[in-house]
């Protein structure tokens, strides 16, 4: 395959059909936003521009994934209009079956197509049975393409090491917008070395992360893995804010009123207090490294704060991803590296508020180029198919994922994330996720799909059957807490469980698919 040609012709013709203004999950339209144009280096509107360092090979595989797995969202509210349209026809469940088969790829329902000529046909749990359908097929696809990249995987892996990394931790806002964090802005595919935990407004739970850095340090005492106790390497927290550059008081993180000022502080102050709390209890915080990152969720572009010789952060001390493809985009290869690498050290000689102490050290300049470099791809990926602005700049998930989540779905505004254990804890998370479906979904008269999930250690005896009731507790707290979209059909839950290991198969509950 030339998936240069391929990438191209893709990108041409994503130009003409991607994401249409209108309702059902495709956020706020860019059209209804005063013109706002992106800054492009000279000569990148010229046939066969491209920057030194982007993986064009990647982004085609990327895309593809995208129009794959959102396509099948895309396709639900089309087939079921055609649906509703034929529901009064004598041979309705027939034609039903085999419309859904061809538009949909899959089957409905039975019952609901044959009782149809009765009270009507049950569109909402036709909505959410294809939805729950469509993040199977996404779950499925997802997890053949890690086994199809495990040579990459190592080579991350061994990427973090080298670069004095045991362990890296990462929470970033639970906003939908920021789903394809790892896959598609950093480009870091799901590692052994790697845990994704996301949090509304990235406010993670400080002693819940306290609590997994132990079990790694403990590992690494008694097993030596993934390095020895003594080896040096470091524990890594990263939280990741995020912003609208198109509409920053409207369109940027939602737990913090779209403040970004108040999203970096907040995010600032629980790294500290991550680290501290490691220094308090066992007195060994110079094994922690703590950064910070901020997304340009129109665009994909990334800030990373540099940390200085101490590890210590500033909300002013950073490097503009976006400003720095621009400046590099002419440049060769190697002289776009370098520049990189230099940007880096420049934002450390940082003064005014910004002063820090020194440079970080040299594992973390490496990780940070890396990240920037890899960041690079992505802008172009946006440039290409978006003109380099997403349409759907608002909200725009498909599904609210609670639980412990599909770690192997990892794409833009498919699913707002709420990590909980119980509704109790994560009350807020949950209200910001039924609000934001208000709005996506509920407002059309159309369910908000819930995919309560969890993960289970098979070696551990039980654990499958606990995580089973857990989500069957958790469907219960939910339904209790939001009564009137209960009652009114408007809410609709589906269980699943699977084995910890990256890539199990997903394990539906019986009985629970609703």
Request: aromatic letters at 8%; a neutral charge.
């Amino acid at each position: 395959m030339n998936t240069r040609n391929a990438y191209a012709l893709r990108a041409q013709a994503q130009r003409g059909h991607r994401h249409a203004p209108g309702p059902y999950g495709l956020g706020t339209p860019a059209a209804t936003l005063p013109a706002r144009p992106v800054e492009q280096p000279a000569g990148a509107d010229q046939p066969g521009w491209r920057h030194p360092l982007a993986n064009r090979a990647m982004n085609a595989r990327l895309a593809h994934c995208e129009d794959s797995v959102k396509g099948r969202f895309d396709a639900i509210v089309p087939a079921l209009k055609a649906l509703s349209a034929q529901q009064h026809l004598a041979d309705f469940p027939e034609r039903a079956r085999r419309m859904a088969r061809e538009q949909l790829g899959y089957e409905l329902p039975q019952g609901i197509l044959d009782d149809a000529w009765v009270a009507g046909l049950d569109l909402k749990a036709l909505y959410a049975h294809c939805a729950f359908q469509s993040l199977k097929a996404a779950v499925d696809q997802f997890a053949r393409d890690i086994k199809a990249q495990l040579e990459v995987v190592q080579d991350t892996r061994n990427f973090f090491l080298d670069c004095g990394f045991h362990a890296v931790d990462i929470s970033p806002c639970a906003d939908g917008r920021l789903k394809g964090l790892s896959r598609y802005i950093l480009r870091l595919p799901l590692t052994s070395l790697a845990r994704r935990k996301a949090y509304a407004g990235a406010l993670f739970d400080v002693e819940t992360d306290v609590r997994h850095w132990s079990a790694i340090e403990l590992r690494r005492y008694r097993e030596g893995v993934p390095t020895t106790a003594d080896a040096g390497t470091r524990y890594l927290k990263i939280a990741v804010y995020h912003t609208s550059s198109s509409d920053p008081c409207h369109e940027g993180c939602a737990a913090h009123g779209s403040n970004e000022t108040k999203a970096i502080e907040a995010a600032l102050e629980r790294l500290n207090q991550f680290r501290q709390a490691i220094q308090n209890t066992f007195c060994c915080g110079a094994s922690t490294d703590i950064l910070l990152i901020g997304v340009d969720t129109d665009t994909d572009a990334i800030k990373v704060h540099i940390p200085d010789g101490k590890g210590e952060l500033s909300a002013y001390r950073y490097v503009d991803n976006a400003a720095l493809y621009r400046d590099t985009a002419h440049l060769s290869a190697d002289a776009a590296r370098a520049a990189v690498y230099e940007a880096v050290r420049t934002a450390s000689r940082k003064d005014g508020w910004g002063a820090g102490q020194g440079e970080p050290h040299d594992g973390m300049r490496r990780l940070i180029g890396n990240l920037l470099v890899n960041n690079f791809s992505q802008i172009e990926y946006v440039n290409d198919l978006y003109d380099g602005r997403y349409p759907d700049i608002g909200h725009a998930e498909r599904y609210i994922s609670v639980g412990d989540g599909f770690e192997e779905v990892q794409m833009r505004n498919v699913a707002y994330y709420a990590h909980l254990h119980t509704v109790e804890e994560g009350a807020g998370d949950m209200d910001v996720g039924i609000r934001i479906f208000k709005g996506l979904n509920v407002k059309h008269g159309l369910p908000i799909p819930i995919a309560i999930h969890y993960r289970y250690d098979a070696k551990v005896p039980g654990a499958r059957e606990r995580s089973a009731a857990k989500a069957r507790r958790v469907r219960e707290a939910i339904e209790a807490r939001y009564p009137d979209l209960t009652a009114q059909g408007l809410l609709a839950c589906w269980l699943s469980v699977q084995d910890l290991p990256t890539g199990s198969p997903i394990e539906e509950l019986a009985g629970d698919g609703k």
